[in-house]
């Protein structure tokens, strides 16, 4: 399902709660804003949080350390991101406006802090050689099972040319996901699968893919779009990069 929240009286776009709102997300994610000079404190007795840099300047303070982060937009910087485990309490103070994606799920696991910088994620191009170039994209990972095994979350992001297609060929997989989509120009639009089901997406929308839904999606010609992808790990069954190839479209990996 999609939707375009708006942001409430205390600057928070609730995109799914684990209680509450689009609940089958198993997992809070929200989008905050802050203002200069403002600033937000996180902690949680059971849920592990991780908070992404979505463009601003920001401090983000833990553990007794303190770390600087900055992006001009999801589009000319990567991210910096702060992944504590259940217990630990962060503060993020803004310097500039500036946004926060922030994610946040129940996780009985203690792990070491982590403070990602641009230099620790991982950026892949896919399907620049395939299918004419239609499905030409970037996709940037910052914690999946690989490198945070103790963790019940998946966070990345997907650099999306103009016209061109993401999350293809079409796919599903058990664990549910969600996708937070910016685009370059404010009226920029694409659309978004889940199953048979189709939603024009637009700047700061989002749309919650059900389980073993296929979730290809689309961007308009002239307009970028970024969406930051969102995964919720299952009991006995993390997301380890596996993806279930929609059967017919099952020949567009065939090398000839």
Same mark, same amino acid.
Not at 210 to 229: E, F, I, L, S, V
């Given at each position: 399902?999609?939707?375009?929240? /708006?942001?409430?009286?205390?600057? /928070?776009?609730? &995109?799914?709660?684990?209680?509450?709102?689009?609940?089958?997300?198993?997992?809070?994610?929200?989008?905050?804003?802050? @203002?200069?000079?403002?600033?937000?404190?996180?902690?949680?007795?059971?849920?592990?949080? @991780?908070?992404?840099? &979505?463009?601003?300047?920001?401090?983000?303070?833990?553990?007794?350390?303190?770390?600087?982060? /900055?992006?001009?937009?999801?589009?000319?910087?990567?991210?910096?991101?702060?992944?504590?485990?259940?217990?630990?309490?962060?503060?993020?103070? @803004?310097?500039?406006?500036?946004?926060?994606?922030?994610?946040?799920?129940?996780?009985?696991?203690?792990?070491?802090?982590?403070? *990602?910088?641009?230099?620790?994620?991982?950026?892949?191009?896919?399907?620049?050689?395939?299918?004419?170039?239609?499905?030409?994209?970037?996709?940037?990972?910052?914690?999946?099972?690989?490198?945070?095994?103790?963790?019940?979350?998946?966070?990345?992001?997907?650099?999306?040319?103009?016209?061109? +297609?993401?999350?293809? !060929?079409?796919?599903?997989? !058990?664990?549910?996901?969600?996708?937070?989509?910016?685009?370059?120009?404010?009226?920029?639009?694409?659309?978004?699968?889940?199953?048979?089901?189709?939603?024009?997406?637009?700047?700061?929308?989002? &749309?919650?893919?059900?389980?073993?839904?296929?979730?290809?999606? @689309?961007?308009?010609?002239?307009?970028?779009?970024? *969406?930051? +992808?969102?995964?919720?790990?299952?009991?006995?069954?993390? +997301?380890?990069?596996?993806?279930?190839?929609?059967?017919?479209?099952? +020949?567009?990996?065939?090398?000839?």
């Amino acid at each position: 399902m999609y939707e375009r929240p /708006e942001f409430n009286e205390k600057g /928070e776009k609730i &995109l799914c709660l684990e209680d509450g709102k689009n609940s089958h997300m198993l997992m809070d994610v929200w989008v905050k804003r802050l @203002a200069p000079g403002e600033s937000v404190s996180l902690q949680s007795a059971q849920k592990e949080t @991780a908070v992404m840099l &979505l463009a601003g300047e920001v401090s983000f303070a833990f553990e007794g350390r303190q770390e600087k982060g /900055e992006r001009r937009s999801v589009f000319q910087d990567k991210p910096y991101c702060l992944h504590v485990c259940k217990g630990k309490e962060i503060t993020v103070a @803004a310097r500039k406006e500036s946004r926060l994606l922030i994610q946040r799920t129940v996780n009985e696991r203690e792990f070491e802090t982590v403070f *990602y910088t641009p230099e620790k994620c991982t950026l892949q191009e896919f399907g620049s050689a395939q299918w004419e170039g239609t499905a030409h994209r970037q996709v940037l990972t910052v914690f999946d099972y690989d490198n945070a095994p103790c963790s019940n979350m998946v966070m990345g992001e997907v650099f999306h040319r103009p016209g061109c +297609w993401s999350s293809y !060929p079409p796919h599903f997989h !058990p664990q549910p996901e969600l996708y937070y989509y910016e685009f370059d120009k404010p009226q920029g639009f694409g659309v978004g699968f889940d199953g048979e089901q189709c939603f024009k997406v637009e700047d700061q929308g989002c &749309l919650t893919i059900t389980p073993m839904n296929a979730h290809q999606q @689309a961007a308009a010609p002239g307009y970028r779009m970024y *969406y930051a +992808w969102l995964i919720r790990h299952l009991e006995g069954d993390p +997301w380890r990069k596996t993806r279930i190839d929609v059967p017919e479209h099952a +020949w567009l990996m065939q090398e000839d």
